[in-house]
Structure formats: structure tokens, C-alpha cells
């Protein structure tokens, strides 16, 4: 298999966190793998490891949330990214809103989107989850002020990788 490192090590995308309900169950985590799939329509697709326990959930949702944070915000990154809803209630201990469809709607956002589950597809350890937006929330921030995976380098995920 060939080693793409040195091709991803040069990347520094935004992260998310991507929430979900399911079964009277909340979830989210902490996702990288995310991004625009079609503008017409408008399609996004957000990646879940298949080990997360945000996953067992989404796979029951009919919509999720996805979340864009601040800069500052790496305590909420430190929380969705670097523990696992496996033992920890992540929503206790954050600001959060039911949304459309009910989903968790973290209200510390700057900006997010509740998206329709339109298809799931699984091409290895993570299953990829497109999503047509049917709802969305931002507050003003100047481009480019956004978390990214630069700034969480120093978070380990709370899940055990697949
Ligand atoms: C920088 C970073 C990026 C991550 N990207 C993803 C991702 O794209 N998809 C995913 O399912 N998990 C990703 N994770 C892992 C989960 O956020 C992490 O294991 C989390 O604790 C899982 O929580 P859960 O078990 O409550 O779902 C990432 C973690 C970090 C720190």
C-alpha cells in the first residue's frame, strides 16, 4: 500500500463536529474528514470512523449537525475529539439546542447546518454520510478564523483509531 503522508502532513483543513439523535441517544465527535460533495444541489458529506460511537447513531439518524468552530474554541474540540460518548455524556457539560429534525445544535457554534442523510458510503474504516442541508446558523466571523486541524495537533482522539 502506498504511503500518502507526505501528501496528507501538507493538509490543514477545518475540523467539525458533527452531532447526531437517534433512539432518545445524542451523539457527536470531532470530524476532519469533511467537505463540500455537489453545488447543485448543495451535497456534503462528513466521514464517521465505524469504531465511534457517534457513528452507532448517526447510523439511525435521519439528519446530523455540522459545526464549525473558533479559533478559541478547543476546549469544545478537546471535548467532542478527545473523549468518547461510550463514557462520557458530551452534552452535559455543553451549551446545546434540539434543532430541525431534532438534532443537537451546539449553540457555542460560529457556524453550523443541520443536513438530511441522503445515502451512506462505505469504502473503508470510515463510512461517509451525504448530507443535503435543510437548516443552517452563523454568526459573523471573518474568513478564515476557523478551527483547523492545525490547531488541535495536540488532541488524541478519544476513540481508539480503527
Ligand atoms: C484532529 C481529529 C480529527 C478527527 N477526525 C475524525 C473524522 O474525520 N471522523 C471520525 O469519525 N472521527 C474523527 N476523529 C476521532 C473522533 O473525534 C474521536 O475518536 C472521538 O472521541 C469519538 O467520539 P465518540 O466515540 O463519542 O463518537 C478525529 C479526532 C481528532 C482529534
Known sequence: MVDVKG??????????VV?????????????????QSSL???????????????????????HL???????EQHGLARLFGGESGDHVDKFASTRWE?????????ADACAWFV????????WGDHVGFCLT????GAVP??????LRLSDVVDLSPGHPAP
Not at 21 to 26: F, H, I, P, S, V
Open 7 to 16: 501528501f496528507t502532513d501538507l493538509l490543514d483543513p477545518p475540523v467539525y
Open 19 to 35: 452531532t447526531a439523535a437517534a433512539d432518545g441517544r445524542r451523539a457527536g465527535c470531532l470530524v476532519g474528514f469533511a467537505s
Open 40 to 62: 447543485h444541489p448543495v451535497r456534503f458529506v462528513v466521514w464517521l470512523s465505524k469504531v465511534n460511537h457517534t457513528y452507532g447513531v448517526a447510523c439511525r439518524a435521519t
Open 65 to 71: 449537525g455540522v459545526h464549525l468552530l473558533g479559533r
Open 98 to 106: 434540539q434543532g430541525a429534525h431534532g438534532v443537537p445544535v451546539l
Open 115 to 122: 443536513g438530511r442523510v441522503e445515502e451512506r458510503g462505505d
Open 133 to 136: 442541508p435543510v437548516d443552517t
Open 141 to 146: 466571523l471573518p474568513r478564515g478564523e476557523v
